[in-house]
């Protein structure tokens, strides 16, 4: 899938191919987190879809109780309205993603889907689904929708013609994007660059909404009208997203993801400890080979407050074939762990997780280019491998690696090659300044030395 983007944030133009490794480099202020935001919606959020054409699918369906859609029909005849719809409905969407008013984000900005379509049909066919609307007793009120890994039919069974047409609208309508358009369906976690600080003080920002309300319910103000005006008026999506994450975290822990080894190796590689979450929520982190008790997070360095989000995320909740979005993984590490996150993070996307990421970090950007170059295989490469301590499930194709630089209000594919990774010029601009700065300063004084002896 190919996302364009006009006028979104500082960035008057620019297009995203979504990989199963996405990178954004770029200067501050450059649109990265705009876009990172805006895919997020894109893939998580289910924004407001009613197509059209099912009104006429809802009318047989009512007639006979039973109706049946060809996979490659439906795409085939409706293909550009559903896009087109997708992306008007995304649209009125973004200010509230954003957390800002209707009168405060760009009417101009404009998002545009383009899709492979025999690899969206093939996706389609191959994908099984079942879903059910039902209101009371499932046997008296409800429509299901089924459809068989590998077949063309989606198999439609309406069990009382009471339920309102613009429910039966909305539900077919979404399933049918669940189907149809494989790659806008999937689950996304995205840690914010504010998710130190969130990780801190999910529980005060709770505390105090919920002090609100009591006020507002002894004043006989709508408490929920309260809690969503307080939402909507401070926090972008992602944020409030990741908010209500935390505030789970206590029920949430008993659950078992099949990527918890890869939180594992961050606690041991990365952090040397492991976190504990009680049944209340509460957060603390525990040093390996110690007789420091366990600490509260607050107590904890930044690394461990930074890094207790993924960890998490890993340990209880990721899902092969999920998104993990991730804006800045290098915040508050040491360059070598840097590296380490960066070697993690290719484990996953080689364990079948997808993963986009924007960093402004050259140790983690030349840290995927030797996974990339050492993938690629040459003479000596093996025992390179061995000597640094590469393993081969942290190793990628450039293939599945896209990059793109922000700059100048433009998105620009970067240069992905297996025999040099990613060519990331803008890291080296910097680095070639600073070395010019440093050796131009260095000798000024080595020379003046010389005159004043």
Same mark, same amino acid.
């Given at each position: ?22 990178? /954004? ?25 009613? /197509?059209?054409?099912?009104? !006429?699918? =809802? ?20 293909? *550009?309205?559903?896009? %087109? ?39 389609? *066919? !191959? %994908? ?9 007793? *499932?046997?008296?009120?409800?429509? &299901? ?7 063309? #039919? ?8 009471? #339920? ?7 539900? #077919? ?48 103000? @709508?408490?929920?009208?309260?809690? !969503?005006? =307080? ?34 190796? =961050? ?22 080979? &110690?007789?420091? !008790? ?33 804006? $800045? ?14 070697? *993690? ?18 140790? /983690? ?20 491998? %061995? ?31 297996? $025999?040099?990774? =990613? ?9 070639? @300044? ?20």
């Amino acid at each position: 899938m190919k996302i364009d983007f006009e006028h979104l944030g500082g960035i008057e133009k620019g297009s995203i191919q979504l990989n199963d490794f996405t990178l /954004f480099c770029g200067k501050n202020n450059s649109g990265k987190t705009y876009v990172m935001y805006s895919l997020y919606g894109l893939l998580e959020k289910d924004f407001d879809i009613r /197509f059209n054409f099912v009104k !006429k699918i =809802i009318e047989k369906l009512k007639l006979e109780g039973t109706y049946r859609l060809d996979v490659r029909e439906v795409f085939n005849s409706n293909q *550009i309205e559903m896009v %087109k719809h997708i992306e008007e409905h995304f649209k009125k969407y973004l200010p509230r993603l954003f957390g800002v008013t209707n009168e405060e984000f760009s009417n101009t900005t404009t998002i545009r889907l383009n899709f492979d379509d025999e690899d969206l049909q093939a996706r389609s *066919i !191959k %994908k099984p689904a079942k879903n059910t609307l039902s209101l009371g007793k *499932i046997k008296d009120w409800s429509l &299901s929708l089924e459809k068989e890994a590998d077949s063309e #039919i989606i198999q439609l069974t309406l069990h009382n013609t009471e #339920i309102p047409d613009s429910l039966l609208q909305e539900f #077919i309508s979404k399933s049918l994007v669940s189907i149809l358009f494989t790659c806008l369906s999937k689950d996304s976690f995205l840690l914010p660059a504010e998710r130190a600080g969130l990780n801190l003080f999910f529980k005060e920002l709770s505390s105090t909404r919920n002090l609100l309300i009591q006020h507002a319910q002894k004043d006989k103000v @709508d408490p929920m009208e309260l809690l !969503k005006d =307080i939402i909507s008026s401070r926090y972008a999506d992602p944020i409030q997203d990741y908010i209500q994450h935390l505030n789970k975290i206590g029920r949430t822990k008993s659950q078992k993801s099949i990527y918890r080894e890869y939180a594992q190796n =961050i606690q041991k590689k990365v952090l040397n400890g492991k976190y504990e979450v009680d049944s209340q929520g509460n957060v603390f982190f525990i040093p390996y080979r &110690s007789d420091t !008790k366990k600490l509260p997070l607050h107590f904890g360095s930044s690394t461990v407050k930074t890094l207790f989000g993924l960890v998490f995320y890993l340990e209880h909740l990721a899902e092969r074939g999920d998104c993990l979005m991730i804006d $800045e993984p290098e915040l508050n590490l040491h360059p070598d762990n840097q590296r380490q996150v960066a070697r *993690i993070l290719a484990q996953l996307v080689n364990a079948d997780l997808k993963v986009i990421v924007s960093t402004h970090s050259d140790y /983690f950007v030349r840290e995927l280019n030797n996974l990339i170059m050492l993938k690629k295989g040459f003479s000596g490469s093996i025992e390179l491998q %061995k000597k640094f301590g590469y393993q081969d499930n942290e190793l990628l194709e450039g293939k599945r690696v896209t990059a793109y630089l922000f700059n100048e209000k433009k998105i620009t594919p970067m240069t992905v090659d297996n $025999e040099e990774g =990613i060519i990331a010029e803008t890291f080296d601009v910097v680095i070639n @300044d600073l070395n010019k700065s440093s050796n131009e300063i260095y000798y000024a004084m080595q020379d003046a030395k010389e005159l004043n002896d």
